[in-house]
Protein backbone atom coordinates (compact mmCIF):
# COMPACT_ATOMS: atom_id res chain seq x y z
CA UNK A 1 0.00 0.00 0.00
CA UNK A 2 1.38 3.20 -0.94
CA UNK A 3 1.09 6.70 0.90
CA UNK A 4 1.96 10.13 0.57
CA UNK A 5 4.30 11.88 2.78
CA UNK A 6 6.07 15.20 3.59
CA UNK A 7 9.82 16.17 3.42
CA UNK A 8 9.60 15.82 7.93
CA UNK A 9 7.65 12.34 7.67
CA UNK A 10 10.63 11.09 4.84
CA UNK A 11 12.95 11.72 7.88
CA UNK A 12 10.99 9.82 10.40
CA UNK A 13 10.94 7.18 7.87
CA UNK A 14 14.11 6.63 7.16
CA UNK A 15 14.99 6.86 10.69
CA UNK A 16 12.59 3.81 11.45
CA UNK A 17 14.46 2.11 8.30
CA UNK A 18 18.07 2.18 9.86
CA UNK A 19 16.80 1.08 13.44
CA UNK A 20 14.63 -1.75 11.99
CA UNK A 21 17.86 -2.61 10.35
CA UNK A 22 19.76 -2.48 13.03
CA UNK A 23 17.22 -4.54 15.04
CA UNK A 24 17.17 -7.24 12.66
CA UNK A 25 13.92 -7.34 12.32
CA UNK A 26 12.13 -10.81 11.42
CA UNK A 27 15.58 -12.73 11.75
CA UNK A 28 16.73 -15.58 14.27
CA UNK A 29 20.10 -15.70 15.20
CA UNK A 30 23.03 -16.80 17.07
CA UNK A 31 26.56 -15.59 18.15
CA UNK A 32 28.25 -14.30 20.83
CA UNK A 33 27.53 -10.27 19.53
CA UNK A 34 23.93 -9.74 18.28
CA UNK A 35 23.08 -6.62 16.31
CA UNK A 36 20.99 -4.78 19.64
CA UNK A 37 23.63 -4.95 21.97
CA UNK A 38 26.74 -4.12 19.29
CA UNK A 39 26.84 -0.47 20.34
CA UNK A 40 26.78 3.01 18.05
CA UNK A 41 28.05 2.12 14.33
CA UNK A 42 31.67 2.54 13.84
CA UNK A 43 33.03 3.27 10.12
CA UNK A 44 35.40 1.36 8.24
CA UNK A 45 35.85 -2.50 6.75
CA UNK A 46 35.84 -4.28 4.11
CA UNK A 47 32.36 -6.41 4.16
CA UNK A 48 33.12 -9.67 1.82
CA UNK A 49 29.74 -11.48 0.44
CA UNK A 50 30.03 -14.84 -0.76
CA UNK A 51 27.28 -15.15 -3.54
CA UNK A 52 25.90 -18.31 -5.35
CA UNK A 53 26.48 -16.77 -8.87
CA UNK A 54 27.73 -14.03 -10.82
CA UNK A 55 25.77 -10.84 -11.95
CA UNK A 56 24.89 -10.51 -15.52
CA UNK A 57 24.68 -6.84 -16.08
CA UNK A 58 24.74 -3.47 -14.77
CA UNK A 59 21.94 -2.05 -16.97
CA UNK A 60 19.39 -1.98 -14.21
CA UNK A 61 16.87 -1.52 -17.35
CA UNK A 62 17.28 -4.61 -18.93
CA UNK A 63 18.48 -7.35 -17.21
CA UNK A 64 16.61 -9.95 -14.84
CA UNK A 65 18.79 -11.87 -12.26
CA UNK A 66 18.91 -11.06 -8.60
CA UNK A 67 22.42 -11.02 -8.64
CA UNK A 68 22.92 -8.00 -10.41
CA UNK A 69 19.94 -6.03 -8.81
CA UNK A 70 21.06 -6.78 -5.30
CA UNK A 71 24.45 -5.08 -6.75
CA UNK A 72 22.95 -2.03 -8.32
CA UNK A 73 20.75 -0.87 -5.81
CA UNK A 74 23.68 -0.04 -3.88
CA UNK A 75 24.91 2.27 -6.97
CA UNK A 76 21.81 3.71 -8.08
CA UNK A 77 18.69 4.54 -6.28
CA UNK A 78 14.70 5.44 -7.15
CA UNK A 79 12.60 8.45 -5.93
CA UNK A 80 10.82 6.17 -3.58
CA UNK A 81 11.84 2.83 -1.78
CA UNK A 82 10.48 -0.14 0.19
CA UNK A 83 9.41 0.31 3.41
CA UNK A 84 10.96 -2.35 5.86
CA UNK A 85 8.17 -4.65 6.10
CA UNK A 86 7.72 -4.58 2.58
CA UNK A 87 4.18 -3.97 2.55
CA UNK A 88 4.54 0.28 0.95
CA UNK A 89 7.23 2.81 -0.07
CA UNK A 90 8.23 5.97 1.56
CA UNK A 91 9.97 8.60 0.00
CA UNK A 92 13.66 8.58 -1.33
CA UNK A 93 14.96 10.69 -3.85
CA UNK A 94 11.83 12.54 -3.60
CA UNK A 95 10.82 14.05 -0.42
CA UNK A 96 6.92 13.91 -1.63
CA UNK A 97 4.53 14.58 -4.33
CA UNK A 98 0.70 15.68 -5.21
CA UNK A 99 -1.74 14.18 -7.49
CA UNK A 100 -4.42 15.75 -9.35
CA UNK A 101 -8.09 15.25 -9.35
CA UNK A 102 -8.32 13.02 -12.35
CA UNK A 103 -5.25 10.60 -10.39
CA UNK A 104 -3.13 11.37 -13.99
CA UNK A 105 -0.82 13.96 -12.80
CA UNK A 106 1.97 12.91 -10.16
CA UNK A 107 4.22 16.25 -9.49
CA UNK A 108 6.98 15.48 -7.11
CA UNK A 109 9.17 17.23 -5.08
CA UNK A 110 13.11 16.21 -5.09
CA UNK A 111 15.04 15.88 -2.47
CA UNK A 112 17.49 18.61 -2.12
CA UNK A 113 21.23 18.44 -1.91
CA UNK A 114 21.49 15.09 -3.66
CA UNK A 115 24.81 14.51 -5.84
CA UNK A 116 25.99 11.41 -7.93
CA UNK A 117 28.86 9.54 -7.25
CA UNK A 118 31.13 11.76 -9.64
CA UNK A 119 29.85 14.60 -7.13
CA UNK A 120 27.60 16.26 -9.93
CA UNK A 121 23.93 17.56 -8.13
CA UNK A 122 21.08 15.42 -9.12
CA UNK A 123 18.31 17.17 -11.18
CA UNK A 124 14.84 17.14 -12.70
CA UNK A 125 16.69 16.37 -16.03
CA UNK A 126 18.36 13.57 -14.69
CA UNK A 127 15.08 11.89 -13.48
CA UNK A 128 13.47 12.75 -16.65
CA UNK A 129 16.21 11.13 -18.63
CA UNK A 130 15.87 8.11 -16.16
CA UNK A 131 12.29 7.43 -16.34
CA UNK A 132 12.38 7.52 -20.19
CA UNK A 133 14.90 5.44 -20.66
CA UNK A 134 13.38 2.87 -18.13
CA UNK A 135 10.34 3.30 -20.23
CA UNK A 136 11.96 2.60 -23.34
CA UNK A 137 13.49 -0.78 -22.47
CA UNK A 138 11.11 -2.97 -24.72
CA UNK A 139 13.48 -6.16 -23.54
CA UNK A 140 13.95 -5.07 -20.37
CA UNK A 141 11.30 -3.76 -17.41
CA UNK A 142 9.92 -1.01 -20.05
CA UNK A 143 6.41 -2.76 -19.15
CA UNK A 144 5.91 -1.61 -15.97
CA UNK A 145 5.89 2.29 -17.31
CA UNK A 146 3.27 1.66 -19.22
CA UNK A 147 0.79 4.18 -18.06
CA UNK A 148 3.21 6.84 -18.42
CA UNK A 149 2.48 9.44 -21.10
CA UNK A 150 5.33 11.67 -20.38
CA UNK A 151 7.47 13.03 -18.00
CA UNK A 152 8.68 17.00 -17.50
CA UNK A 153 11.07 18.84 -15.70
CA UNK A 154 9.51 22.16 -15.05
CA UNK A 155 12.02 23.08 -12.68
CA UNK A 156 15.65 22.11 -11.12
CA UNK A 157 13.55 20.20 -8.41
CA UNK A 158 10.00 19.46 -9.50
CA UNK A 159 9.38 16.56 -11.81
CA UNK A 160 5.96 16.13 -13.34
CA UNK A 161 4.61 12.45 -14.28
CA UNK A 162 1.53 12.62 -16.68
CA UNK A 163 -0.20 8.96 -16.92
CA UNK A 164 -2.40 7.58 -19.50
CA UNK A 165 -5.20 6.92 -17.29
CA UNK A 166 -5.20 6.33 -13.55
CA UNK A 167 -2.73 3.73 -12.50
CA UNK A 168 -3.15 2.32 -9.15
CA UNK A 169 0.75 1.00 -8.62
CA UNK A 170 2.73 3.95 -9.89
CA UNK A 171 4.15 4.63 -6.84
CA UNK A 172 5.43 0.97 -6.24
CA UNK A 173 6.44 1.21 -9.84
CA UNK A 174 8.73 3.85 -9.29
CA UNK A 175 9.98 2.28 -6.42
CA UNK A 176 11.71 -0.57 -8.74
CA UNK A 177 15.29 -0.80 -9.41
CA UNK A 178 14.13 -0.03 -13.35
CA UNK A 179 13.54 3.30 -12.46
CA UNK A 180 16.40 4.41 -10.50
CA UNK A 181 17.63 7.48 -11.76
CA UNK A 182 21.12 7.78 -13.77
CA UNK A 183 23.17 11.21 -14.88
CA UNK A 184 21.55 12.46 -17.96
CA UNK A 185 22.39 11.49 -21.44
CA UNK A 186 24.23 8.64 -19.32
CA UNK A 187 27.35 11.48 -17.92
CA UNK A 188 28.06 12.11 -21.91
CA UNK A 189 28.76 8.42 -22.07
CA UNK A 190 26.65 5.69 -24.39
CA UNK A 191 24.45 3.51 -22.83
CA UNK A 192 27.04 0.29 -23.01
CA UNK A 193 30.07 2.26 -22.19
CA UNK A 194 27.79 3.94 -19.15
CA UNK A 195 27.10 0.05 -17.74
CA UNK A 196 30.52 -0.83 -17.80
CA UNK A 197 30.77 1.58 -14.51
CA UNK A 198 27.34 2.85 -13.69
CA UNK A 199 26.96 5.56 -11.75
CA UNK A 200 24.18 6.90 -9.69
CA UNK A 201 23.51 8.37 -6.18
CA UNK A 202 23.67 5.68 -4.05
CA UNK A 203 25.52 4.89 -1.20
CA UNK A 204 28.84 3.01 -3.18
CA UNK A 205 29.96 3.46 -6.33
CA UNK A 206 31.99 1.25 -8.74
CA UNK A 207 35.33 -0.09 -8.43
CA UNK A 208 35.69 -3.37 -10.34
CA UNK A 209 34.48 -6.39 -11.61
CA UNK A 210 36.73 -9.16 -12.55
CA UNK A 211 33.81 -11.29 -14.25
CA UNK A 212 33.17 -14.93 -12.71
CA UNK A 213 35.26 -14.35 -9.84
CA UNK A 214 34.38 -10.81 -8.01
CA UNK A 215 32.79 -7.34 -8.19
CA UNK A 216 33.71 -4.57 -5.72
CA UNK A 217 31.85 -1.40 -4.94
CA UNK A 218 33.83 1.38 -2.54
CA UNK A 219 32.28 4.38 -0.36
CA UNK A 220 30.52 7.01 -2.16
CA UNK A 221 31.84 10.24 -0.27
CA UNK A 222 28.57 12.42 -1.59
CA UNK A 223 26.03 10.00 -0.47
CA UNK A 224 23.23 12.18 0.79
CA UNK A 225 22.68 10.32 4.27
CA UNK A 226 25.15 12.29 6.34
CA UNK A 227 27.72 10.00 7.82
CA UNK A 228 27.16 7.30 5.87
CA UNK A 229 27.78 4.82 4.34
CA UNK A 230 29.74 2.96 7.29
CA UNK A 231 31.52 0.44 5.39
CA UNK A 232 34.89 1.20 3.26
CA UNK A 233 33.98 -1.52 0.70
CA UNK A 234 31.67 -3.93 -0.79
CA UNK A 235 33.23 -7.20 -2.50
CA UNK A 236 30.52 -10.13 -4.03
CA UNK A 237 32.56 -13.04 -4.45
CA UNK A 238 31.54 -15.87 -7.09
CA UNK A 239 31.06 -19.18 -4.90
CA UNK A 240 28.61 -21.26 -6.48
CA UNK A 241 29.31 -24.26 -3.85
CA UNK A 242 27.61 -24.16 -0.51
CA UNK A 243 30.25 -26.14 0.87
CA UNK A 244 32.64 -23.76 0.08
CA UNK A 245 30.83 -20.59 0.80
CA UNK A 246 30.36 -22.01 4.79
CA UNK A 247 34.18 -23.08 5.02
CA UNK A 248 35.20 -19.15 4.10
CA UNK A 249 32.35 -17.61 6.71
CA UNK A 250 34.14 -19.73 9.27
CA UNK A 251 37.54 -19.08 8.45
CA UNK A 252 37.22 -15.13 7.76
CA UNK A 253 37.31 -14.69 4.01
CA UNK A 254 33.57 -13.74 3.66
CA UNK A 255 31.13 -12.14 6.29
CA UNK A 256 28.38 -12.90 4.74
CA UNK A 257 27.04 -16.20 2.95
CA UNK A 258 24.48 -15.98 0.46
CA UNK A 259 21.70 -18.65 1.16
CA UNK A 260 23.55 -21.44 2.80
CA UNK A 261 22.05 -24.97 2.22
CA UNK A 262 19.02 -25.27 4.53
CA UNK A 263 20.65 -28.38 6.05
CA UNK A 264 23.58 -26.05 7.54
CA UNK A 265 20.61 -23.61 8.94
CA UNK A 266 20.56 -25.85 12.52
CA UNK A 267 24.31 -26.18 12.90
CA UNK A 268 25.07 -22.78 11.94
CA UNK A 269 22.61 -20.65 14.73
CA UNK A 270 24.98 -23.02 16.89
CA UNK A 271 28.07 -22.08 15.63
CA UNK A 272 29.83 -19.59 17.86
CA UNK A 273 30.75 -16.16 16.14
CA UNK A 274 28.12 -16.52 13.10
CA UNK A 275 24.49 -14.85 13.03
CA UNK A 276 21.98 -16.95 11.08
CA UNK A 277 19.27 -15.24 9.82
CA UNK A 278 16.33 -16.06 8.50
CA UNK A 279 14.66 -12.80 7.12
CA UNK A 280 10.41 -12.53 6.60
CA UNK A 281 10.24 -13.59 2.91
CA UNK A 282 8.23 -13.07 -0.76
CA UNK A 283 10.23 -15.67 -2.06
CA UNK A 284 8.34 -18.39 -4.01
CA UNK A 285 10.04 -21.61 -5.62
CA UNK A 286 8.48 -22.81 -8.97
CA UNK A 287 9.30 -25.52 -10.94
CA UNK A 288 9.01 -24.33 -14.61
CA UNK A 289 7.46 -25.93 -18.01
CA UNK A 290 8.72 -24.77 -21.19
CA UNK A 291 5.83 -24.49 -23.32
CA UNK A 292 7.64 -24.30 -26.46
CA UNK A 293 8.75 -27.74 -25.99
CA UNK A 294 6.66 -30.89 -26.39
CA UNK A 295 4.81 -31.86 -24.58
CA UNK A 296 4.59 -29.09 -22.40
CA UNK A 297 2.51 -27.23 -24.57
CA UNK A 298 -0.22 -29.79 -23.26
CA UNK A 299 -1.91 -28.54 -19.81
CA UNK A 300 -2.76 -32.14 -18.61
CA UNK A 301 0.78 -32.40 -18.75
CA UNK A 302 1.73 -29.94 -16.60
CA UNK A 303 -1.08 -30.55 -14.32
CA UNK A 304 -0.19 -34.11 -13.72
CA UNK A 305 3.43 -33.16 -13.40
CA UNK A 306 2.20 -30.28 -10.27
CA UNK A 307 -0.07 -32.83 -8.81
CA UNK A 308 2.28 -35.77 -8.33
CA UNK A 309 4.43 -32.97 -6.12
CA UNK A 310 4.42 -33.30 -2.61
CA UNK A 311 4.75 -30.05 -1.58
CA UNK A 312 4.56 -30.69 2.47
CA UNK A 313 7.67 -33.25 1.96
CA UNK A 314 9.07 -31.07 -0.07
CA UNK A 315 9.28 -28.82 2.45
CA UNK A 316 10.83 -31.16 5.07
CA UNK A 317 13.15 -32.93 2.97
CA UNK A 318 14.46 -29.41 1.22
CA UNK A 319 13.44 -26.89 3.59
CA UNK A 320 14.35 -28.78 6.64
CA UNK A 321 10.90 -27.37 7.98
CA UNK A 322 11.84 -23.57 7.02
CA UNK A 323 8.58 -23.33 5.07
CA UNK A 324 5.15 -23.94 3.59
CA UNK A 325 3.79 -25.30 0.68
CA UNK A 326 2.56 -22.76 -1.98
CA UNK A 327 -0.60 -22.59 -3.02
CA UNK A 328 -0.45 -19.29 -5.65
CA UNK A 329 1.86 -17.23 -8.19
CA UNK A 330 1.87 -15.05 -5.56
CA UNK A 331 3.34 -15.05 -2.04
CA UNK A 332 0.83 -14.81 1.10
CA UNK A 333 3.05 -11.33 1.96
CA UNK A 334 1.84 -9.21 -1.15
CA UNK A 335 -1.61 -7.44 -1.38
CA UNK A 336 -4.20 -9.33 -2.86
CA UNK A 337 -3.19 -12.63 -2.57
CA UNK A 338 -5.71 -15.51 -2.48
CA UNK A 339 -5.43 -18.41 0.29
CA UNK A 340 -8.87 -19.66 -0.09
CA UNK A 341 -7.40 -20.88 -3.99
CA UNK A 342 -5.66 -24.31 -3.07
CA UNK A 343 -3.64 -24.37 -6.26
CA UNK A 344 -2.81 -27.87 -7.15
CA UNK A 345 -1.82 -29.43 -4.75
CA UNK A 346 -0.31 -33.65 -4.01
CA UNK A 347 -2.63 -36.20 -5.49
CA UNK A 348 -1.35 -39.14 -7.44
CA UNK A 349 -4.77 -40.41 -8.32
CA UNK A 350 -5.55 -36.85 -10.16
CA UNK A 351 -1.98 -36.81 -11.43
CA UNK A 352 -2.56 -40.27 -13.43
CA UNK A 353 -5.37 -39.43 -14.33
CA UNK A 354 -4.35 -35.63 -16.07
CA UNK A 355 -1.50 -38.11 -17.76
CA UNK A 356 -4.14 -40.78 -18.98
CA UNK A 357 -6.08 -37.48 -20.62
CA UNK A 358 -2.93 -36.29 -22.03
CA UNK A 359 -1.09 -36.37 -25.61
CA UNK A 360 1.25 -38.74 -23.86
CA UNK A 361 -0.61 -41.08 -21.74
CA UNK A 362 1.95 -43.75 -21.07
CA UNK A 363 4.59 -41.33 -20.31
CA UNK A 364 7.93 -40.22 -21.74
CA UNK A 365 11.49 -38.61 -21.45
CA UNK A 366 12.50 -35.08 -20.76
CA UNK A 367 15.02 -33.17 -18.77
CA UNK A 368 15.65 -30.76 -15.87
CA UNK A 369 17.75 -28.12 -15.37
CA UNK A 370 19.79 -27.21 -12.31
CA UNK A 371 22.78 -25.12 -11.55
CA UNK A 372 25.91 -26.58 -10.15
CA UNK A 373 26.96 -26.22 -6.73
CA UNK A 374 23.17 -26.13 -5.49
CA UNK A 375 22.64 -28.55 -3.37
CA UNK A 376 19.00 -28.01 -2.25
CA UNK A 377 18.17 -27.55 -6.18
CA UNK A 378 20.19 -31.08 -6.95
CA UNK A 379 18.23 -32.71 -3.99
CA UNK A 380 14.45 -31.09 -5.03
CA UNK A 381 15.26 -32.79 -8.79
CA UNK A 382 15.88 -35.79 -7.73
CA UNK A 383 12.82 -36.06 -5.50
CA UNK A 384 11.27 -35.22 -8.69
CA UNK A 385 12.48 -38.23 -10.42
CA UNK A 386 11.24 -40.67 -7.92
CA UNK A 387 7.71 -38.78 -7.96
CA UNK A 388 7.26 -38.58 -11.60
CA UNK A 389 8.37 -42.11 -12.48
CA UNK A 390 4.74 -43.78 -11.34
CA UNK A 391 3.44 -41.16 -14.46
CA UNK A 392 5.69 -42.81 -16.35
CA UNK A 393 7.96 -39.99 -16.66
CA UNK A 394 11.85 -40.45 -17.15
CA UNK A 395 13.25 -37.45 -15.97
CA UNK A 396 17.09 -36.74 -16.46
CA UNK A 397 18.49 -34.31 -14.43
CA UNK A 398 20.99 -31.78 -16.34
CA UNK A 399 23.50 -29.91 -14.39
CA UNK A 400 25.22 -26.25 -15.84
CA UNK A 401 26.97 -23.90 -13.84
CA UNK A 402 24.58 -20.98 -12.96
CA UNK A 403 25.09 -18.05 -15.56
CA UNK A 404 24.32 -20.62 -18.14
CA UNK A 405 21.16 -21.95 -16.41
CA UNK A 406 20.16 -18.40 -16.40
CA UNK A 407 20.65 -18.00 -19.87
CA UNK A 408 19.22 -21.45 -20.69
CA UNK A 409 16.08 -19.94 -18.90
CA UNK A 410 16.08 -16.39 -20.73
CA UNK A 411 16.20 -18.04 -23.71
CA UNK A 412 13.85 -21.09 -23.60
CA UNK A 413 16.64 -23.29 -24.10
CA UNK A 414 15.14 -25.70 -21.49
CA UNK A 415 12.46 -28.86 -20.61
CA UNK A 416 11.92 -28.14 -17.22
CA UNK A 417 13.76 -25.92 -14.87
CA UNK A 418 13.83 -24.63 -11.17
CA UNK A 419 13.47 -21.19 -10.66
CA UNK A 420 12.15 -18.35 -7.65
CA UNK A 421 10.85 -14.95 -7.64
CA UNK A 422 10.86 -11.94 -5.16
CA UNK A 423 8.67 -9.40 -5.30
CA UNK A 424 11.02 -6.14 -5.98
CA UNK A 425 7.70 -3.92 -5.54
CA UNK A 426 4.64 -4.33 -2.52
CA UNK A 427 1.98 -4.33 -5.10
CA UNK A 428 1.04 -7.73 -7.51
CA UNK A 429 1.47 -5.78 -11.25
CA UNK A 430 5.18 -5.94 -11.05
CA UNK A 431 5.07 -10.40 -10.74
CA UNK A 432 1.47 -10.61 -12.37
CA UNK A 433 2.73 -8.75 -15.63
CA UNK A 434 6.34 -10.87 -15.22
CA UNK A 435 4.86 -14.15 -15.26
CA UNK A 436 1.41 -14.46 -16.92
CA UNK A 437 2.25 -11.58 -19.97
CA UNK A 438 4.29 -13.00 -22.43
CA UNK A 439 4.30 -9.21 -24.41
CA UNK A 440 6.44 -7.89 -20.83
CA UNK A 441 9.81 -8.71 -21.82
CA UNK A 442 9.78 -11.43 -19.99
CA UNK A 443 7.85 -13.98 -21.98
CA UNK A 444 5.77 -14.96 -18.67
CA UNK A 445 8.34 -16.11 -16.61
CA UNK A 446 10.57 -17.81 -19.91
CA UNK A 447 8.11 -20.32 -19.70
CA UNK A 448 5.83 -18.93 -23.17
CA UNK A 449 2.84 -19.35 -21.07
CA UNK A 450 -0.40 -17.39 -22.92
CA UNK A 451 -3.80 -17.36 -21.59
CA UNK A 452 -6.01 -14.17 -22.85
CA UNK A 453 -8.35 -14.17 -19.97
CA UNK A 454 -5.17 -14.17 -17.53
CA UNK A 455 -3.64 -11.33 -19.34
CA UNK A 456 -6.62 -9.48 -19.63
CA UNK A 457 -7.65 -9.41 -15.64
CA UNK A 458 -3.67 -8.43 -14.97
CA UNK A 459 -4.15 -5.42 -17.21
CA UNK A 460 -7.40 -4.47 -15.77
CA UNK A 461 -6.23 -4.49 -12.31
CA UNK A 462 -3.61 -1.96 -13.29
CA UNK A 463 -6.22 0.50 -14.14
CA UNK A 464 -8.88 -0.35 -11.04
CA UNK A 465 -8.43 1.92 -8.50
CA UNK A 466 -11.01 0.18 -5.79
CA UNK A 467 -9.40 -2.64 -3.45
CA UNK A 468 -12.10 -4.96 -3.76
CA UNK A 469 -12.46 -5.00 -7.65
CA UNK A 470 -8.82 -5.42 -7.74
CA UNK A 471 -9.05 -8.16 -5.36
CA UNK A 472 -11.39 -9.67 -7.61
CA UNK A 473 -8.93 -9.34 -11.13
CA UNK A 474 -6.03 -10.85 -9.55
CA UNK A 475 -8.42 -13.97 -8.00
CA UNK A 476 -8.72 -14.67 -11.31
CA UNK A 477 -5.24 -14.19 -12.28
CA UNK A 478 -4.24 -16.59 -9.07
CA UNK A 479 -6.64 -18.95 -9.61
CA UNK A 480 -6.47 -19.40 -13.52
CA UNK A 481 -2.81 -19.54 -13.60
CA UNK A 482 -3.41 -22.00 -10.81
CA UNK A 483 -5.27 -24.47 -13.63
CA UNK A 484 -3.05 -23.98 -16.18
CA UNK A 485 -0.12 -25.14 -14.58
CA UNK A 486 1.93 -22.81 -16.53
CA UNK A 487 4.57 -23.86 -13.45
CA UNK A 488 4.18 -25.77 -10.25
CA UNK A 489 4.37 -23.32 -7.55
CA UNK A 490 5.85 -25.39 -5.10
CA UNK A 491 6.88 -23.57 -1.55
CA UNK A 492 7.44 -20.41 0.35
CA UNK A 493 10.39 -19.79 2.25
CA UNK A 494 12.25 -17.44 4.45
CA UNK A 495 15.70 -15.46 3.29
CA UNK A 496 18.21 -17.09 4.92
CA UNK A 497 21.65 -15.37 5.27
CA UNK A 498 24.69 -16.18 7.80
CA UNK A 499 26.62 -13.56 8.45
CA UNK A 500 29.78 -13.54 11.21
CA UNK A 501 29.10 -11.88 14.06
CA UNK A 502 30.77 -8.66 13.67
CA UNK A 503 28.33 -7.74 10.97
CA UNK A 504 25.77 -5.43 12.20
CA UNK A 505 22.46 -3.58 10.46
CA UNK A 506 22.02 -6.31 7.83
CA UNK A 507 18.61 -6.44 7.35
CA UNK A 508 16.43 -7.75 4.15
CA UNK A 509 13.55 -6.91 3.66
CA UNK A 510 10.64 -9.21 2.66
CA UNK A 511 11.15 -7.94 -1.05
CA UNK A 512 14.72 -8.91 -1.12
CA UNK A 513 15.70 -5.19 -0.85
CA UNK A 514 19.33 -4.72 1.41
CA UNK A 515 20.51 -1.38 2.50
CA UNK A 516 24.14 -1.81 3.26
CA UNK A 517 24.70 1.72 3.82
CA UNK A 518 23.36 0.79 7.13
CA UNK A 519 25.82 -2.26 8.00
CA UNK A 520 29.10 -2.22 9.79
CA UNK A 521 31.35 -3.53 10.90
CA UNK A 522 32.53 -3.91 15.12
CA UNK A 523 36.41 -3.98 15.21
Not at 54 to 78: K, L
Not at 121 to 139: G, L
Not at 256 to 263: H, I, K, L, R
Request: with cysteine.
Amino acid sequence: MTYRTTAARALIAVGALIVLAACGSGSSSSGSNSNASAGAPVHGGNLVIARTADSQSMNNTTVFDNESIWIFEQIMQPLYTVTPNGKGVMPWLATGYTVSPNKKTYTFTLRKGVKFSNGKPMTSADVKFSIDQASAAAKGWGYINTAIKSVSAPSPGTVVVNLKYPWAPLLADLSLFSNAIIPANYDGQTENQFYQHPIGTGPFKWDYWHKGSALKLVRNPYFWQPGKPYLDSVTWTVVPSDNTRELQLKGGQAQVDEFPAWSTVASLKATSGITMNLFNSTRTDYLAFNEKVKPFQDVHVRRAISYAINRAALVKAVLFGNGVPANSLFPPQVPYYQRANEGLQYNLAAAKAEMAKSSVPHGFTTTILVSTGFSDDKTKATIFQSELKPLGINLKIQTLDPNTVNLNQQALKYDMTLTYWTMDIPDPDELATFAVDPNSGAKSFFTAYNNPTVVKATHQAEQTLTTTARQALYNTVQAQSAADAFMAFLYYSPYAYATTSNVHGFFVTPLGNYHLENVWMSK
